[in-house]
């Protein structure tokens, strides 16, 4: 999907009426990032565009995910609106130490990624969900570009993840293959499913396609903090993420100084929420039926727009 088109504006300001701009504190553009898949674009969209009808300036910039927080840090960006506690957790950490990045509160979706296979797997691999029968069997996953290891597609490398890390310290017999983009990766997820071929890849919620495809989340150990932080935790004594993946919140987050410069738009980023079944809705309007990011995002606003007007009130 072309994420410029998609949005209809790329990195160019958005700028409201001159009347509304006297009412808000700065007429500088408050930067929000985008990154690489739907649902990022859509909180964005729908963020910034609140954010316009309050009066403010918005610019939207492409960003990578954890790269941003250099931006994010000096200022140069001032707000990302998805942060997964999934895969961004350590470098969210590593921001707000410096004081120079803010959370903005969570925003009301719970967070999995994690390893995925459809159901019809079972019949090739018995034992799935468990992580060790995956093991087992990894030569069914095998391709001419990984034999004799299984392929597991991940997500575009950008997003983080530590799955190299995660097959080397379990032992296990895979190798990872990053799709390119988001719609790579559930473009083949789709031809797999429909030959019934083997596969494992990367599969996140909130999203259309756990509804979509019966299938199941592979079981890693449970994950811990310590599993990141400390290799003598967990199955392999010597390595860390021997486990899982965490779940949780989808964060927001900022540069320190948006509450002061931008305290009105500060307080409607805090307040911003949506849920899962929503976003997963959004998201299947955008990659299975076509739909422009900009169009979907503002068939939501005009359809709530008693929940996004509280955001913005004095």
């Known amino acids: 999907m072309n994420i410029i088109g998609a949005i209809g504006v790329g990195a160019l300001a958005l700028t409201a009426g001159s009347a509304a ?63 997964w506690e999934t895969t961004g957790r350590e470098a969210m950490d590593e921001a707000f130490a410096t004081g120079n990045v803010v959370s903005f509160g969570p925003t009301g979706m719970d967070a999995i990624e994690e390893w995925w296979f459809p159901a019809y797997m079972k019949d090739i691999c018995p034992g799935l969900p468990d992580w060790q029968a995956l093991n087992d069997c990894a030569q069914e996953f095998a391709t001419a570009e990984t034999a004799p290891f299984g392929r597991y597609l991940g997500g575009p490398v950008t997003w983080g993840g530590f799955d190299e890390e995660r097959i080397e310290s379990l032992g296990m017999d895979f190798e990872v293959v990053h799709a390119g983009t988001d719609a790579a990766l559930f473009a083949e997820l789709e031809s797999a499913y429909q030959r019934q071929a083997p596969i494992v890849l990367w599969l996140y ?51 320190s100084g948006v509450a002061e410069k931008w305290p009105g738009a500060a307080a409607a980023i805090e307040a911003f929420t949506l849920d899962n079944a929503a976003m997963g809705d959004m998201v299947g309007k955008v990659d299975l039926d076509g739909q422009e990011v900009d169009a979907v995002a503002q068939e939501w606003l005009d359809a709530h727009e008693d929940v996004w007007s509280a955001w913005i009130a004095d």
């Open 205 to 255: 919620s909130p999203h259309w396609a756990p509804a979509k495809y019966e299938g199941e989340f592979v079981d890693f150990p449970d994950y811990e903090p310590a599993c990141y932080e400390d290799p003598s935790w967990g199955i392999n004594p010597d390595m860390a993420y021997d486990c899982g993946k965490p779940t949780g919140n989808i964060w927001k987050v900022g540069w």
């Open 21 to 83: 701009f006297a009412e808000v504190e700065s007429t500088d553009p408050i930067k929000l990032t985008l990154h690489d898949w739907s649902g990022q674009l859509l909180t964005t969209t729908i963020m910034g565009k609140v954010l316009e009808e309050a009066g403010y300036n918005v610019e939207y910039v492409q960003a990578d995910y954890i790269a941003q927080f250099a931006g994010l840090k000096t200022g140069d960006l001032h707000v990302a609106m998805e942060i």
